[in-house]
């Protein structure tokens, strides 16, 4: 069964810090994979995903993301942090039939100045 | 401009009383979907339809029940089985296929009284 671990529930960088989000996956088919960011109070809106192709998969904000298979890891990262990047984020898995979507239990990003 | 709206932004439940969160989206969209969610525990799917007229169980389905009358339609009842309902939902939709983007609503905090 699909499976999604984000590692670290809180994360503190300093502006200008690289920010790295980790999220390890397990699918027993080609996973489709997403990372998700939320604001306060506010819904999910998609960062990046991977569905084929290249495995180094870019986003808005200046995020990105690799699809490495032989570790079964999607991580997210930034070069540098800014204070508007503090959120909750979230990485999610496809499941097995493609109907819906797992996720992990997010990692809220804190940045100090 | 297309999206999906949630409705109200706030929902105040007595005991024994049953409540529908409202979800609509205009983006043509086949499936539709409900998430709780819980400090620390991501993302709960609570029930999920692909098609008119359709729906199946998400992981959390107990106390929660839906229709799907409408395709840009999809209201969730928090029935009085639910005991603890006090959490923040969230409604999504997307185009079939699991590589698609889910696309979020700005989400209802359900408080009980």
């Known amino acids: 069964a699909q499976s999604v671990t984000q590692l670290g529930s809180h994360v503190s960088v300093s502006e200008g810090a690289l920010v790295l989000l980790r999220c390890n996956y397990s699918s027993s088919v080609p996973p489709y994979l997403f990372w998700y960011v939320q604001y306060p109070n506010q819904g999910l809106q998609l960062l990046l995903k991977y569905t084929t192709g290249a495995t180094l998969v870019k986003g808005i904000n200046g995020f990105e993301a690799e699809f490495k298979k032989s570790e079964t890891s999607f991580h997210l990262t930034k070069p540098s942090a800014h204070m508007s990047d503090a959120a909750e984020y979230f990485c999610?898995?496809?499941?097995?039939?493609?109907?819906?979507?797992?996720f992990g239990k997010g990692t809220t990003l804190s940045v100090s100045s | 401009d297309g999206g999906i709206t949630q409705s109200p932004k706030y929902l105040f439940r007595k005991e024994g009383q049953n409540v529908t969160l409202s979800c609509e989206q205009n983006l043509n969209h086949d499936a539709m979907y409900w998430y709780r969610q819980d400090p620390g525990q991501g993302l709960r799917l609570i029930y999920y339809?692909?098609?008119?007229?359709?729906?199946q169980k998400g992981d959390i389905a107990e106390g929660y029940s839906v229709s799907r009358e409408k395709k840009e339609s999809f209201p969730l009842t928090v029935t009085s089985a639910q005991k603890n309902p006090t959490a923040f939902y969230l409604c999504?939709?997307?185009?079939?296929?699991?590589?698609?983007?889910?696309?979020f609503g700005p989400g209802t905090r359900l408080l009980v009284l």
């Open positions: 999610a898995v496809s499941n097995q039939a493609g109907t819906a979507l797992i």
């Open positions: 339809s692909q098609i008119v007229n359709d729906f």
């Open positions: 999504a939709s997307r185009l079939a296929g699991g590589q698609e983007t889910q696309y």
